[in-house]
T-cell receptor, first 114, second 114 residues
Framework: KAGVTQTPRYLIKTRGQQVTLSCSPISGHRSVSWYQQTPGQGLQFLFEYFSETQRNKGNFPGRFSGRQFSNSRSEMNVSTLELGDSALYLCASSLSSLLGTEAFFGQGTRLTVV | DQQVKQNSPSLSVQEGRISILNCDYTNSMFDYFLWYKKYPAEGPTFLISISSIKDKNEDGRFTVFLNKSAKHLSLHIVPSQPGDSAVYFC?????????????FGKGTHLIIQP
């Protein structure tokens, strides 16, 4: 079965612009989480969606937002981009909210802000 | 404040020997732990997990040990193979199940030398 698909793989944007990243989870998975990976901070949790509802949010400013559609696909939006937003953005999907459900990651979208 | 710490940024091990990667956590609410492996330009790949009700979980060459009183877990790889060279992330999840997201350590770069 197909894995987690993230598009686009690479993106270059200018400061002040906004960007939308897309994630298609594994078929049947209803939970989608987003993470930001930077060299200095490692992998940091952004937010998690389950059945179109955001259930939890990490410690990121309101410029970072997301949504989930009825088919479980998710999008993440970053507005008013800053240089520090340059990072690898990873999406992970899992079956449900049950404890111990492993998350499966996509290959990520490499965002560069210039 | 880092809740999951991997204090060794890198580790070099000879092929065929045992690799031991360590992880410490501070949040006593964490009760599910996972190890992920990551190659450059790819998303993390799930390796093995352990629930807090266990102290050991084994899967082929990979064994994870959990010491709850010390808030410490370790990943053992025996025997180490060249393909094991990658960055290994320790992650933890709290009692909220998947909703609170995974908290990751900053990773340990494992290098297997021939």
């Amino acid at each position: 079965k197909a894995g987690v698909t993230q598009t686009p793989r690479y993106l270059i944007k200018t400061r002040g612009q906004q960007v939308t990243l897309s994630c298609s989870p594994i078929s049947g998975h209803r939970s989608v989480s987003w993470y930001q990976q930077t060299p200095g901070q490692g992998l940091q949790f952004l937010f998690e969606y389950f059945s179109e509802t955001q259930r939890n949010k990490g410690n990121f400013p309101g410029r970072f937002s997301g949504r989930q559609f009825s088919n479980s696909r998710s999008e993440m939006n970053v507005s008013t981009l800053e240089l520090g937003d340059s990072a690898l953005y990873l999406c992970a999907s899992s079956l449900s909210s049950l404890l111990g459900t492993e998350a499966f990651f996509g290959q990520g979208t490499r965002l560069t802000v210039v | 404040d880092q809740q999951v710490k991997q204090n060794s940024p890198s580790l070099s091990v000879q092929e065929g020997r045992i690799s031991i990667l360590n992880c410490d956590y501070t949040n006593s609410m964490f009760d599910y732990f996972l190890w992920y492996k990551k190659y450059p330009a790819e998303g993390p790949t799930f390796l093995i997990s352990i629930s807090s009700i266990k102290d050991k979980n084994e899967d082929g060459r990979f064994t994870v040990f959990l010491n709850k009183s010390a808030k410490h877990l370790s990943l053992h790889i025996v025997p180490s193979q060249p393909g094991d060279s990658a960055v290994y992330f320790c992650a933890a999840s709290g009692s909220g199940g998947g909703a609170d997201g995974l908290t990751f350590g900053k990773g340990t770069h494992l290098i297997i030398q021939p």
